[in-house]
């Protein structure tokens, strides 16, 4: 198995500009999450699906934070327009999410920096 | 008051000690729990998950003490491999839902 992959690895780009993560979750898996993770705030939830629906958007900091999943293979979170404050390793994982097995998979993060 | 709080450290030990880390949670009704490790620049992993009863892997002990609301850790004869980021992780399991909260993590150095 893959594991979860994550596109691009790193971005770097300039203030306003639209910004757009990729995931593609483990085969089999039902639920995705997207989390952020900076040194002052740790490791935040922002967003999760179970079968490809949006579960819980509670976490996502604002409107310019946006995110799909059109099907059980990909999913996206976009910024548009981004903000130097929105400079983070975002991570996405997906999970089986059932009684048997609740662990969460990583997979290796998108380094955003935003001039 | 965090939800899931830990000492952030860091914690710097040598090659061989025994490192105990804590961690407390505040939901009461939390049902699940777990240690995860992350090695810096890379995805936090899954170390092991945390029983009642408590359970050991290896070098590693965890223990759930749930009337306190405390979880622990406990690695033995350490390595120096073990340096990472230990993360303290709940599932507050509020209804249907199975998201895990995670600490902020605890940070140790083994020193050779």
């Known amino acids: 198995d893959a594991g979860v992959i994550q596109s691009p690895r790193h971005e770097v780009t300039e203030m306003g500009q639209e910004v757009t993560l990729r995931c593609k979750p483990i085969?089999?898996?039902?639920?995705l999450f997207w989390y952020r993770q900076t040194m002052m705030r740790g490791l935040e939830l922002l967003i999760y699906f179970n079968n490809n629906v949006p579960i819980d958007d509670s976490g996502m900091p604002e409107d310019r934070f946006s995110a799909k999943m059109p099907n059980a293979s990909f999913s996206t979170l976009k910024i548009q327009p981004s903000e130097p404050r929105d400079s983070a390793v975002y991570f996405c994982?997906?999970?089986?999410?059932?009684?048997?097995?609740?662990?969460?998979?990583f997979g290796p993060g998108t380094r955003l920096l935003v001039l | 008051r965090k939800e899931v709080e830990q000492d952030p450290g860091p914690f710097n030990v040598p090659e061989g000690a025994t490192v105990a880390f804590n961690c407390t949670y505040s939901?009461?009704?939390?049902?699940?729990f777990f240690w995860y490790r992350q090695d810096c620049r890379k995805e936090p992993k899954l170390l092991m998950s945390v029983y009642s009863s408590g359970n050991e892997d290896g070098r590693f002990t965890a223990q759930l003490n749930r009337a306190s609301q405390y979880i622990s850790l406990l690695i033995r004869d350490s390595k120096l491999s073990d340096s990472a980021t230990y993360l303290c992780?709940?599932?507050?399991?509020?209804?249907?839902?199975?998201?895990?909260?995670f600490g902020s993590g605890t940070q140790l150095t083994v020193l050779p």
């Open positions: 939901n009461s009704a939390s049902q699940s």
């Open positions: 992780v709940v599932n507050p399991a509020s209804g249907s839902a199975r998201q895990l909260t």
């Open positions: 994982a997906s999970s089986q999410n059932s009684d048997l097995d609740e662990t969460q998979y």
């Open positions: 085969s089999g898996h039902n639920s």
